[in-house]
Every structure is written in C-alpha cells, then in structure tokens.
C-alpha cells in the first residue's frame, strides 16, 4: 500500500466533497481541476446516474446489488439509495483498496442488508464465491451488478468484456448490468488531460471507445433509454446541463 500516491476511491471522495481522502488526493483533485475547469461535475454527474439507475432498478423489483470497484460509501452510495426507497435490499460493495476497505467497513457496521468486500472485480470466482457474498446476496435470484466509473481502470490485457461475461454466466437470467465508462470519443483533450493526471496516481486510466463501451454489454441486452453520455440517460426533470465534457458513457443492460 501507497498512501503518498493518489487513489481513485479517494481522488473520487476528495471531488464528491467526502471526508476520506488525505492532502495527496486533494492537491491531486485541485490540480486537475486548474487543468479541467468544470471538471467536479464528472464525478457528481457519475454518482447522480448511480442514483437514478439504482432508483429505476428498485422500481423494477431489483433488490440485490453487488457494487463492484465501490469506492468508499459515502455521499450517496447505493445503499443509501436503496434505503430511501425499500427495506428490503441487499448491497454488497467490493473494492480491492485496502484503506477504502478499512474504513468502509465500520461505516456500514450494524446494518446487515450492506456489507463491503475487499477484493478485485477482475476474480468473479473470489467475489462470487466469497463469505461476504454468501452471507448477503441469494445468487439463485436476479443481481444487479453495478459497474460504474471502475472498468476504466483495467486494462485490455485483463480482458474486462470476459471478465463481465464470468459475472454474467455465473448469475441468473434477469440480472443487470450497470455501466459507466471513460471514453474520448466526445472529448478527446479532456479525456487525455485526464489519463496523464491519473498516470501519477495508484490507478491509471484506460478510456474505451463508446462501440467499445457497448461490447461491454455481450449478453446483457441493452434496455430503454439505450447507451448514452451520463447527462443524457434518464435525466431528472429538473437536472441542469451536464458538465460540457461528455467524458463519461453508459447504460443498463438485463440478461435473458
Ligand atoms: C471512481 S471510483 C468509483 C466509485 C463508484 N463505483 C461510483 O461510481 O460511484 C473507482 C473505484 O474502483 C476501484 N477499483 C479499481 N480497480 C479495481 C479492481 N481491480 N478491483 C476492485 N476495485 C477496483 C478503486 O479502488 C475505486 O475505489
């Protein structure tokens, strides 16, 4: 563990005005913003889809979520999300930073529909066949697996498309998937002002092309509104205009 390099799950914090991040992530934060203008409002756009998404999904009967690449929940995580809606979900958070496990875990202590497990998104096995999982989720029924603003940092060499298409054959039909990905298709300076920021930090970027993003989706067939820039998909009534950047793309897919 790195604690003088920025982390994403805190980087993430320190933008979403959290109170778990330390000086490197906010001098990280500070300095990309003088680069990026404007650029807070990706990372509040990105919790605002989570938001919505989880909602549209509980307004589907989905009641259990396995987060994966969470972040610390904080500052609207899903959990938090659920609870305003039902009594009756489960969130499993899945994070591999082991400071961002730590200090998750006493956050959610005394509710036992949440839990968080430290390990990676890119073992299924680890994550599926985990205590934490067992304990939480009913794997015989529909999961929604929520993969938002995390895939943009796993490389192609670890093959994210099989890495989703093991959650997705390890879970039964009617599960969701939940995306949300860094592309430069729309903003390509702005998207590689980004990468160089992050190429100092713990967790470096790899953007993906939007046709990329969509083969992400194998055998989770695309629903309603269809993948768009994050701003775009299911806006609120009364949501402002989004950031400009359009850095960040995605949707909701259901499996047969
Ligand atoms: C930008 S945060 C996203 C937080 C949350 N998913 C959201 O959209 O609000 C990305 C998180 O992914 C985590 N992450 C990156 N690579 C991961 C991996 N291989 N396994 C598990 N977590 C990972 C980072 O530690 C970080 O907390």
Redesign the pocket.
């Known amino acids: 563990m790195d604690i003088d390099r920025p ?3 805190r ?2 914090d320190a933008f979403l005005g959290g109170g778990h991040n330390f000086g490197v992530e906010r001098d990280f934060a500070e300095h990309l913003a003088r680069d990026l203008p404007g650029v807070t409002e990706v ?1 509040r756009e ?2 605002a ?2 938001r919505r998404s989880v909602e549209h999904l509980l307004a589907r009967g989905v009641r259990q979520f396995l ?6 929940p904080t500052i609207g ?1 899903a959990h938090e999300v659920a609870a305003r809606r039902s009594r009756d979900f489960r969130v499993l958070y ?4 082991p400071l ?1 496990a730590a200090h998750s875990k006493p956050l959610l202590a005394g509710d036992p529909r949440v839990d968080m497990l430290r ?4 073992d299924p096995d680890a994550v599926l066949g985990s205590a934490e999982a067992a304990q939480l989720l009913d794997l015989r029924e529909p999961v929604a697996l ?5 895939l943009h ?2 490389p192609d060499g670890d093959r994210p498309a099989a890495i989703l298409a093991a959650y997705r054959d390890a879970l039964p039909a009617g599960s969701h998937l939940l995306l ?1 990905h860094l592309t430069g298709s729309r903003a390509p300076t702005a998207t590689n002002a980004l990468c160089r920021h992050y190429a100092a930090s713990s ?1 470096p970027l790899f953007p993906r092309a939007t046709g990329e993003i969509e083969g992400l989706f194998d055998g989770f067939p695309v629903l309603a509104p269809g993948l768009a820039y994050l701003a775009d998909w299911r806006p609120d009534p009364e949501q402002r205009a989004g950031s400009g950047y359009r850095l960040l793309f995605g949707g909701l897919g259901r499996t047969r």
Not at 67 to 72: E, M, R, V, W
Not at 94 to 97: A, F, Q, R, S
Not at 119 to 122: H, K
């Open positions: 982390a994403a799950a980087i993430y990372y990105n919790r889809f989570l987060d994966l690449g969470s972040g610390i995580p899945v994070d591999n930073e961002t390990a990676d998104l890119r929520l993969a938002t603003a995390a940092f796993v949300s967790d």
